[in-house]
């Protein structure tokens, strides 16, 4: 969407396609002078856009922001005001305010001249921006990420397995899950990133003293993998492989051990790839071009079990908590790792 501003100033985009808005990074006077975020794309990786805008002297007497997206928290609205700006003869961002589904950060600048708003994003988020941009941000765009409909309404959701032995008490959600944020084994807990997601499980079902349990797992995501737990042994198993769509949530069966587990799996098609290389006529600021497929990188013990160099002795797999549904507290940690990433590649011009 977008942009609004004056016409000055040079293009500045992204190359990849984002997906998720992690931070976002800013330098203020009188106008918005300088921008710079970071995000993530549909396979995770992170990547950090800007700064973009004013450098060096430029930017002394001016203020530094940074606004740090919780894990539940994204963009909905963009707002702000755009007047002349003598010394440079055009239009410019003169202040900007961020609007999400929890807080409005800002305004940053001055509100002086006319006021502009994007459209509420009520079924998405903004997950990047666009810019022109020289000594001041002259105008700015945004990136805007449709929400895909509720998965219980698509009907999408499916059960899978489970895998192991028949004994114990059935567990499962109570609430159709949406989106799977952490789980724990035993003592170690996975916390899944923003834009992580798991594709597959796999693991080795074997006799203890009784019947047969689940003696060891593997979790596998669309950035690694997390495992094995557990002491292995026995007949392998996996889950099935999931080019399109992801493990949403567990259900088992458990008494003293794990004897069985199943999976939730979401199979709504994935997006494909795409890239923003050119500039069309129809919108100088914004274009779409098609990538190659993206390959996924192939787990060699998906389907043969493990082997050690140093066999361990064998432990049944004690417990496993179900996959929590709600949003994580707090992963500041993760965006500040990402801000210092960002705050490295401002350099010297950015300080004060």
Not at 50 to 78: D, M, R
């Amino acid at each position: 969407m977008g942009p609004w501003g004056g016409i000055g100033g040079q293009a500045c985009r992204i190359m990849v396609e984002p997906v998720c808005l992690n931070s976002i990074t800013i330098r203020s006077g009188k106008t918005l002078l300088a921008i710079a975020f970071s995000y993530s794309d549909k396979h995770g990786k992170p990547h950090h856009a800007g700064p973009w805008g004013a450098n060096g002297g430029q930017l002394i007497g001016s203020s530094f922001h940074t606004i740090l997206l919780g894990p539940s928290e994204h963009l909905i609205q963009i707002s702000g005001t755009v007047d002349m700006n003598i010394e440079h003869s055009t239009d410019v961002i003169t202040s900007i305010t961020f609007t999400t589904n929890m807080s409005v950060y800002g305004p940053f600048g001055t509100r002086e001249g006319l006021p502009f708003r994007s459209k509420l994003v009520s079924n998405g988020s903004i997950v990047g921006f666009f810019v022109r941009a020289m000594c001041l941000i002259d105008a700015i765009g945004i990136y805007v990420k449709p929400e895909r409909e509720p998965m219980e309404k698509q009907g999408l959701i499916t059960k899978t397995g489970p895998w192991g032995g028949y004994n114990g008490y059935l567990y499962d959600v109570d609430v159709s899950p949406r989106r799977l944020v952490s789980v724990v084994v035993r003592c170690s807990e996975i916390v899944l990133g923003r834009s992580e997601y798991l594709k597959e499980i796999s693991g080795t079902v074997g006799p203890s003293p009784h019947p047969d349990i689940v003696m060891s797992l593997l979790f596998v995501t669309n950035i690694g993998s997390y495992g094995p737990f557990g002491g292995g042994g026995g007949t392998t198993f996996c889950s099935p492989e999931l080019k399109n769509g992801s493990i949403i949530g567990f259900f088992a069966h458990a008494g003293q051990n794990v004897d069985a587990i199943g999976v939730y799996v979401d199979a709504i098609k994935e997006k494909e790839s795409t890239h923003f290389g050119y500039e069309p006529k129809d919108n100088p600021m914004l274009a779409v071009n098609e990538l190659g497929e993206y390959k996924h990188c192939t787990n060699p013990a998906r389907r043969s079990g493990w082997r050690r160099s140093t066999p361990r002795k064998k432990s049944p797999l004690r417990s496993l908590a179900h996959a929590e549904m709600a949003a994580l507290a707090n992963d500041a940690h993760r965006h500040a790792d990402c801000v210092g990433a960002v705050a490295r590649a401002y350099g010297s011009s950015w300080q004060a």
